[in-house]
């Protein structure tokens, strides 16, 4: 009783044509929407989308681009509400795909809860707070913009990278799925459910000698036959750390030209 009296007094606050056109908008399933699909309600959306956003019941994504608070949301409106966070960052850039630590909870390959939504592009994208979600943009060159699918949530298609692409994305930048050791740990557990001629593949497609160099170690510590098919005759010269997170301090593998800065032991998480 008390949530039906929070909603009709949230109601009362918007006219009848705003009313009318937020429940046009829902019913076309477009809880987030254009400035543009406003004109065809008003000669003036500007306004209009001003005074929505002041009483809570629309929230702006970016410029042009708003989300509706739906009825449930309660007097707190847009304030208290949300859509899934992926498809949120499906309208913040493009071109785009979920990635990294994201795509790898998604994907079932660790279960530590990512503390933001990661988001790749070839466009550059400072880190965005939206209600309690932060969205972090990261930058990659336009040859990286690959190896990602089309999945459905709720009503909207969002782009995610594939199991495969995920891990040559973490290796490529480990400190966007929370280190080496989680996107080992998510080689070592899930190796009989990932294509390893794939991930060779995608990672000689990167251009980026780093991730080569870091997939042939971690797979020979975790005693995985598949590094044998990465050749390391064309290893990039030069050395890089194997944990980008962590202070550039270890030994050094002369094999896989790599500072050796984490200990990706699998013994230590099986105990």
């Known amino acids: 009783m008390k949530e039906g009296k929070s909603i009709k007094k949230y109601r009362e606050s918007l006219s009848n044509g705003e009313a009318r056109i937020l429940s046009d908008l829902s019913f076309?399933?477009?809880?987030?929407?254009?400035?543009?699909?406003?004109?065809?309600?008003?000669?003036?959306?500007?306004?209009?989308?001003?005074?929505?956003?002041?009483?809570?019941?629309?929230?702006?994504?970016?410029?042009?681009?708003?989300?509706?608070?739906?009825?449930?949301a309660g007097e707190l409106g847009s304030q208290s509400h949300t859509v899934h966070s992926f498809i949120i960052a499906s309208?913040?850039?493009?071109?785009?795909?979920?990635?990294?630590?994201?795509?790898?909870?998604?994907?079932?390959?660790?279960?530590?809860t990512p503390p933001a939504v990661y988001v790749a592009s070839t466009k550059p994208r400072n880190t965005r707070r939206i209600l309690d979600t932060e969205f972090v943009f990261v930058t990659?060159?336009?040859?990286?913009?690959?190896g990602f699918t089309e999945i459905k949530i709720e009503d909207s298609t969002v782009n995610v990278s594939t199991p495969e692409k995920t891990i040559v994305d973490c290796l490529d930048h480990p400190e966007h799925c929370g280190g080496i050791e989680i996107v080992a740990?998510?080689?070592?557990?899930?190796?009989?459910?990932?294509?390893?001629?794939?991930?060779?593949?995608?990672?000689e497609k990167m251009g980026?000698?780093?991730?080569?160099?870091?997939?042939?170690?971690?797979?020979?510590?975790?005693?995985?036959?598949?590094?044998?098919?990465?050749?390391?005759?064309?290893?990039?010269?030069?050395?890089?750390?194997?944990?980008?997170?962590?202070?550039?301090?270890?030994?050094?593998?002369?094999?896989?030209?790599?500072?050796?800065?984490?200990?990706?032991?699998?013994?230590?998480?099986?105990?």
Do not use: C
């Open 91 to 112: 309208h913040l850039v493009d071109p785009y795909y979920i990635s990294h630590w994201s795509a790898l909870n998604y994907h079932g390959l660790t279960e530590q």
């Open 185 to 203: 740990k998510a080689i070592y557990f899930e190796n009989r459910s990932l294509d390893f001629d794939k991930i060779v593949a995608m990672a």
């Open 140 to 146: 990659i060159a336009e040859r990286k913009m690959f």
């Open 28 to 72: 076309r399933s477009k809880g987030i929407f254009s400035l543009a699909e406003i004109r065809e309600y008003t000669p003036d959306p500007k306004n209009l989308l001003y005074n929505l956003t002041k009483k809570n019941w629309v929230l702006r994504l970016k410029k042009g681009v708003y989300m509706i608070a739906p009825l449930e």
């Open 208 to 271: 980026n000698g780093a991730v080569q160099k870091r997939l042939g170690y971690v797979l020979e510590a975790l005693g995985l036959s598949y590094g044998e098919k990465l050749g390391r005759t064309n290893l990039s010269k030069g050395y890089v750390k194997l944990d980008t997170k962590l202070p550039p301090v270890g030994k050094i593998s002369e094999k896989w030209k790599l500072l050796v800065n984490a200990d990706i032991d699998p013994a230590r998480w099986t105990r």
